[in-house]
């Protein structure tokens, strides 16, 4: 459950958002709402999402103000953002991508469409979660088939195993905290003590480096893990 996509609804109309997260949720996603600009603000603060739904017209802060903070941010800068919005004037279009969204809907829209654009987002910033065949130098890994391979031979990985490397191998050189893993690939409501992801990243090592090759995750003191 922990590599499901995360993402966030902020729409201040109750029944939009009743019909959005039953429809990410049957999408396979896990679904957080928020119900108007600065709840959506302390939902991506306490849970950051894979790729956020907002709404442009809130009462309090509207969805233009709530991109624009979250875009400065360095945080948060890297999360796609759907902009939601009646507004079919392209100077609002304009708008709403000039502020930072990635992608601008117009109401009244097709479900289906916008479940297409939540899932084109996750192919740039979770690849895994929708079938990509993910690679970083000889390694190879194929979310769909749960089959890793490293220079074409076969690498036999466990369940955690694969979901740190697949979570790895979606950001290469990023570094990861033991609690950004934790989180990640076992999930936010499971409690696990940061020394088992030692435990695991060390059986990761093992089955990578048992193909041959350099060992090609890098232990960054003091902060965590990263792959190259």
């Keep these: 459950m922990a590599q499901q996509p995360h993402i966030l609804v902020v729409e201040d109309e109750a029944a939009q958002r009743e019909i959005l997260a039953y429809n990410l949720q049957a999408e396979g996603f896990r679904v957080s709402c928020a119900e108007d600009g600065e709840a959506g603000l302390l939902a991506v603060a306490e849970d950051p999402p894979d790729v956020i739904v907002l709404d442009w ?3 309090h802060l509207s969805g233009i103000e709530v991109c624009r903070q979250l875009k400065i941010r360095s945080e948060t800068r890297s999360i ?25 809907v ?25 079938g990509q065949v993910l690679a970083y130098g000889d390694i190879a890994l194929d979310a769909e ?3 890793v391979t490293r220079a074409d031979a076969e690498v036999k990985l466990g369940p955690t195993e694969f979901r740190l490397l697949a979570t790895f191998m979606e950001k290469p050189g990023r570094v ?6 934790l989180d990640r690939v076992w999930g936010r409501d499971v409690y696990v003590d940061t020394r088992t992801v ?14 041959g090759g350099d060992d090609p995750l890098r232990t960054v003191r003091g902060a965590g893990y990263a792959l190259g």
């Design 80 to 104: 796609p953002i759907i902009m939601l919005s009646a507004r079919s004037e392209d100077i609002d279009k304009v708008r709403g991508l000039e502020t930072g969204a990635e992608d601008y």
């Design 57 to 59: 017209m809130m009462p």
């Design 176 to 181: 990861w905290s033991r609690e950004a893993l």
């Design 198 to 211: 030692d435990v695991h990243v060390g059986r990761l090592r093992k089955a990578l480096s048992q193909a």
């Design 106 to 130: 117009v109401k009244p829209y097709s479900v289906a469409e916008l479940m297409a654009r939540v899932r084109a987002q996750l192919r740039r910033v979770r690849p895994a979660t929708v």
């Design 145 to 147: 088939t749960h089959r």
